[in-house]
């Protein structure tokens, strides 16, 4: 508790044994608060890491019957969502420090890359069978990590714009 908080609550007639209990109680609170918001971003972690291999499966149709405009267009949408997503689970969960948010910043997208990688591998392989041109996976999965961080991106910089306003207001 800051020295002004206390100040102000010796003057309000609390004794320095009762500040000295509150300040514990928020204390304890703000210790059980990190513990849940880390099981909250591990949790959220792990929905989009489902939600990614679970999105990667749905476009393997699209990887074997579309033309690349559309096959890239789908991609990009369900990106795109996936990124929203991801943005409001991470974003909203209070008490997180600087490296969950590189963590999740750098691990997500290298997940993403990598199923999309194999699941364009897996489809080529389909593809061959069918006597259709094969999809780039590096490409595709280029193309997925992009539109995925873009939301984040978006709100990152909505959010520093907005911190530099008030800093100057």
């Not at 897996?122 to 939301?151: G, M, Y």
């Amino acid at each position: 508790m800051r020295h002004k908080k206390k100040v102000e609550l010796l003057k309000k007639g609390w004794d320095t044994k009762e500040i000295n209990h509150a300040e514990l109680i928020l204390e304890r609170s703000l210790e059980h608060d990190i513990f849940f918001s880390k099981i909250v971003f591990w949790s959220a972690i792990l929905v989009i890491v489902f939600a990614n291999i679970l999105v990667s499966f749905v476009l393997i149709p699209f990887l074997l019957f579309s033309d690349p405009w559309i096959l890239y267009s789908i991609t990009i949408i369900v990106a795109s969502m996936i990124g929203f997503l991801y943005n409001f689970l991470i974003t909203d969960i209070g008490h997180l420090e600087r490296k969950h948010h590189t963590i999740a910043t750098i691990l997500v997208p290298i997940i993403a890359i990598f199923n999309m990688v194999s699941v364009v591998l897996i489809s080529n392989r389909l593809i061959l069978e069918i006597n259709q041109t094969p999809n780039n996976p590096f490409l595709v999965a280029i193309t997925f990590a992009i539109a995925f961080i873009i939301p984040p991106a978006i709100d990152h910089i909505r959010i520093v714009r907005e911190e530099k306003k008030a800093l100057f207001n």
